[in-house]
């Protein structure tokens, strides 16, 4: 109810295992204490798209990763009213309903103490802790809501691309003292960026290479950015970032022209960042080239 | 082979000091009663490991290693590996990798990961530099003693065509002149 009231995506546990087991590889064994950075890394990916709301047992404690773009929401309810719910969700009468919730809580701690180190959760961890005794589920999506706004997490757009490849690059340094490599890079088809592909200016080529040497993915021009429309609704300018590095859901801009000849560009590069405040940019002017010429020590020719 | 001039002095040698023994103070509070493990890269962070281990009031370790260098790459270019390993392992120390500068985040993107899949107990990074103007990869910076702005400097490890290390100080570097495509 609340991840339809926010127009949120819903994540549950059993959504994330699925996402694991898709982003990893189904067949790895994931020690108990990899959990929390893997889901992290999950959520980190969603939460640079798009708005979600996490159903999962220990997601609070997320939050030393994910910061401030997470409002942590508690339910609490008398033994009565979950036993009630119990009774009612799984057909069960009294007596069973309270041996399944035993059962529940106690897989419940298991889970927590395996993966988290701790067997219940604090109510200090939590942002908003409601109490299911006389609050109905409207009711507590209504509190919920209101503070959401009140922190303006949906105003403030996603996590940022910069804050979830600075998230997704301490996950891997967790995950690799567990053996687990990081997830799959997304896929390009090396040979038709890379060969294939006819570069705008050398520069580009060989920023390719060195993008190649550190083993970075890249794409070159992956995507054209409509700027402005005529009144048919044609667009009639548009600007073409030259790289898309989809690890860091980063575009590059190489800029070789004198500063004063760039004056054009940079019109553009401030209108793409007025239109796609989302879109993360980092542009490369001529100084910067050259910088990179000196400091990797590139072909000096190519950097004029 | 020409070489261009300083084209003025970034940090003197006092405010490095002062900042180095700032970090020290910060990173020795940090691992107090515990045994730290220094990993330079080599060349640059030589001369700035030296200070901040000179500084430290920890017990410390030092170790060094180097990668390859994309300018050396015959014909294709490659991928990057390890030029010269760690003499010893690192397994269930604490580690901190210590640079000269973090630029772009491609060689420190790169050295954290080889370096966290040698099952150290902590990872951290501790740079004299930072010019986060430029970065591309994100890294986490654990300690730093100066963010700087997108300008070439040398000098404290750091080089122009592997002169001006020496330089007691760092200094910007002149601009070359440009020349338009």
């Given at each position: 109810m609340a991840a339809q009231r926010l127009e949120c995506e819903l994540v549950t546990e059993p959504d994330l295992a699925k996402m694991i087991a898709a982003?990893?590889?189904?067949?790895?064994?994931?020690?108990?204490?990899?959990?929390?950075?893997?889901?992290?890394?999950?959520?980190?990916?969603?939460?640079?798209?798009?708005?979600?709301?996490?159903?999962?047992?220990?997601?609070?404690?997320?939050?030393?990763?994910?910061?401030?773009?997470?409002?942590?929401?508690?339910?609490?309810?008398?033994?009565?009213?979950?036993?009630?719910?119990?009774?009612?969700?799984?057909?069960?009468?009294?007596?069973?309903?309270?041996?399944?919730?035993?059962?529940?809580?106690?897989?419940?701690?298991?889970?927590?103490?395996?993966?988290?180190?701790?067997?219940?959760?604090?109510?200090?961890?939590?942002?908003?802790?409601?109490?299911?005794?006389?609050?109905?589920?409207?009711?507590?999506?209504?509190?919920?809501?209101?503070?959401?706004?009140?922190?303006?997490?949906?105003?403030?757009?996603?996590?940022?691309?910069?804050?979830?490849?600075?998230?997704?690059?301490?996950?891997?340094?967790?995950?690799?003292?567990?053996?687990?490599?990081?997830?799959?890079?997304?896929?390009?088809?090396?040979?038709?960026?890379?060969?294939?592909?006819?570069?705008?200016?050398?520069?580009?080529?060989?920023?390719?290479?060195?993008?190649?040497?550190?083993?970075?993915?890249?794409?070159?021009?992956?995507?054209?950015?409509?700027?402005?429309?005529?009144?048919?609704?044609?667009?009639?300018?548009?600007?073409?970032?030259?790289?898309?590095?989809?690890?860091?859901?980063?575009?590059?801009?190489?800029?070789?022209?004198?500063?004063?000849?760039?004056?054009?560009?940079?019109?553009?590069?401030?209108?793409?960042?007025?239109?796609?405040?989302?879109?993360?940019?980092?542009?490369?002017?001529?100084?910067?080239?050259?910088?990179?010429?000196?400091?990797?020590?590139?072909?000096?020719?190519?950097a004029r | 082979m020409s070489v261009p001039a300083i084209e003025r002095v970034l940090f003197t040698e006092e405010e490095i000091e002062r900042a180095i023994r700032r970090v020290a103070a910060e990173i020795s509070a940090h691992y107090a009663g515990r045994e730290l493990k220094l990993v330079g890269v080599l060349k640059g962070s030589v001369f700035f490991l030296a200070a901040l281990a000179r500084e430290l009031t920890v017990p410390v370790k030092v170790d060094f290693l180097a990668i390859s260098s994309f300018a050396n790459q015959k014909g294709a270019p490659g991928m990057v590996r390890i030029a010269k390993d760690l003499d010893d392992s690192i397994e269930g120390e604490e580690v901190m990798l210590v640079e000269d500068i973090v630029d772009t985040g491609f060689t420190t993107r790169y050295l954290l990961q080889h370096l966290s899949g040698r099952g150290p107990k902590s990872l951290a990074l501790c740079t004299l530099l930072d010019r986060t103007p430029r970065r591309i990869v994100q890294v986490p910076v654990d300690y730093r003693c100066f963010e700087i702005p997108d300008r070439f400097v040398v000098g404290f490890g750091l080089d122009y065509k592997q002169l001006y290390r020496n330089l007691k100080y760092v200094a910007v570097l002149n601009s070359e002149p440009a020349t338009e495509i």
């Open positions: 982003e990893f590889g189904d067949s790895i064994r994931i020690p108990d204490l990899a959990w929390r950075p893997l889901t992290v890394s999950i959520l980190a990916s969603l939460g640079a798209a798009r708005h979600v709301v996490v159903c999962c047992t220990g997601a609070e404690l997320f939050s030393g990763h994910l910061g401030a773009s997470m409002l942590r929401l508690h339910v609490v309810a008398p033994e009565s009213v979950r036993l009630a719910n119990l009774m009612q969700d799984c057909r069960l009468d009294r007596a069973e309903a309270k041996v399944r919730l035993r059962q529940m809580e106690a897989a419940r701690a298991l889970i927590r103490k395996r993966r988290y180190g701790q067997k219940i959760s604090r109510p200090t961890d939590f942002d908003l802790v409601l109490n299911a005794r006389r609050l109905g589920p409207s009711e507590m999506v209504d509190l919920l809501e209101a503070a959401v706004k009140s922190q303006g997490l949906l105003d403030s757009g996603p996590l940022t691309a910069t804050d979830a490849a600075e998230v997704q690059f301490r996950v891997r340094l967790q995950l690799a003292r567990f053996g687990i490599v990081p997830p799959k890079r997304p896929t390009v088809e090396r040979e038709e960026v890379g060969d294939r592909k006819e570069f705008g200016h050398p520069s580009e080529q060989v920023f390719a290479n060195l993008l190649d040497f550190y083993g970075i993915v890249w794409d070159y021009e992956p995507r054209s950015f409509p700027l402005q429309w005529d009144k048919d609704g044609k667009v009639a300018e548009a600007f073409t970032p030259d790289f898309y590095l989809p690890e860091f859901n980063l575009y590059v801009e190489l800029t070789t022209m004198k500063q004063a000849n760039v004056t054009r560009k940079n019109r553009k590069i401030r209108l793409l960042r007025a239109i796609y405040p989302h879109v993360n940019i980092q542009v490369f002017y001529q100084k910067d080239v050259q910088d990179l010429v000196t400091k990797y020590g590139l072909p000096e020719r190519l | -």
